[in-house]
């Protein structure tokens, strides 16, 4: 399935949570926030968070600001 | 006995949503050339509050150290701004992300109406103000010196209100006295400047006219020697604070010798 992290399309086997997604990824799970379809999933619902093709993903952290 | 100035400087605390802060230095984690040295100017400032911004990871570079790894969250209040954002709609969901961090429910509401200026669009700027005070935010709202919108904001539920000295990273200082004067008359919720400062004098400047603290980023990070420069936004904005509760002489327009005139 085609999911869109980040504003670029990526390839994904189907049936992928969103907490395996982070991990395939490699992002670093405790500092970041994500979005599907403009949702946030807290933390904690992540691993039933199941993807589906087309989906969007946001995957936010903090950097610096002023 | 008199109190010593260490202990005032202690007692000396104020508030935001019911957190007291002794630092009235609030400073920002843009623009440094490196991380590392962004800790220790955090350090060196003694700021207890900072600002940081909310954007997407770069998956080219994942698994990379994180502002985070490099500012305790246990240590500084982080305030995420939503520096950036030109609607409320926008304002709304960079906050909500912000919160979903579970770090802070503080935010640093910024909408923006155009990228020259970068003056805040007053109109969405008191929309988003409103909606999130009602989500239980903690909102400190930057604005422009304008007394009106200032009071606009105070009844919105706004936390704090945070009128620009003078354009974000413009270094011009406290462009007017007056406009401040008038916003620090009309409010009782803490007011800071928020952005202009460029240098020590204009913090102290700032301080003296008795706003709660003051909020600058690029003054540091972009000064030729951002950690020196920490240091003294520190000593003036303590310097400004003290200036301000001793009570300055009144300005006069002829001379008051210091010396006796006579019995020489």
């Not at chain 2, 003694?46 to 985070?68: H, P």
């Not at chain 2, 030109?86 to 802070?104: D, F, K, P, Q």
């Not at chain 2, 420069?229 to 327009?253: C, D, Q, V, W």
Request: one cysteine or more; aromatic letters at 4%; glycine letters at 8%.
């Amino acid at each position: 399935m085609k999911l869109l992290i980040n504003g670029e399309n990526k390839e994904f086997s189907e049936g992928l949570t969103l907490e395996e997604l982070i991990r395939q990824l490699g992002v670093r799970k405790e500092t970041v926030v994500a979005e599907v379809n403009r949702q946030i999933i807290q933390n904690e619902r992540r691993a039933e968070c199941k993807l589906a093709d087309g989906d969007q993903i946001e995957l936010i952290q903090f950097v610096g600001g002023g | 006995m008199a109190a010593t100035i260490e202990q005032v400087k202690f007692e000396d605390t104020y508030q935001i949503n019911g957190k007291t802060f002794t630092s009235r230095l609030l400073v920002g984690t843009g623009k440094y050339a490196t991380n590392e040295l962004m800790g220790q100017c955090l350090e060196a400032s003694g700021t207890q509050i900072v600002t940081v911004a909310l954007r997407r990871v770069n998956l080219d570079n994942k698994g990379e150290k994180t502002l985070l790894d490099y500012i305790d969250p246990k240590k500084f209040t982080l305030l995420p701004n939503t520096a950036g954002c030109y609607s409320a709609e926008e304002a709304i969901r960079v906050a909500h992300l912000a919160r979903a961090t579970g770090i802070s429910d503080f935010v640093k509401l910024e909408v923006l109406f155009d990228e020259k200026t970068l003056l805040p669009d007053p109109i969405a700027t008191l929309e988003a103000t409103k909606t999130l005070v009602k989500e239980g935010f903690t909102v400190m709202t930057y604005t422009s010196d304008d007394p009106v919108m200032a009071q606009k904001l105070e009844q919105a539920g706004a936390h704090a209100v945070m009128p620009a000295g003078s354009p974000i990273g413009s270094g011009q200082g406290v462009l007017n006295p007056n406009n401040i004067r008038i916003i620090l008359e009309k409010l009782k919720c803490p007011v800071l400047i928020d952005a202009g400062v460029g240098s020590a004098s204009d913090v102290a400047v700032a301080m003296e006219l008795g706003v709660v603290a003051v909020l600058l980023n690029t003054a540091i990070a972009h000064a030729k020697d951002p950690l020196k420069m920490a240091h003294a936004m520190r000593h003036a904005t303590e310097a400004g604070r003290l200036s301000y509760l001793a009570g300055r002489i009144p300005k006069k327009l002829y001379a008051q010798a210091s010396t006796p005139q006579k019995d020489f």
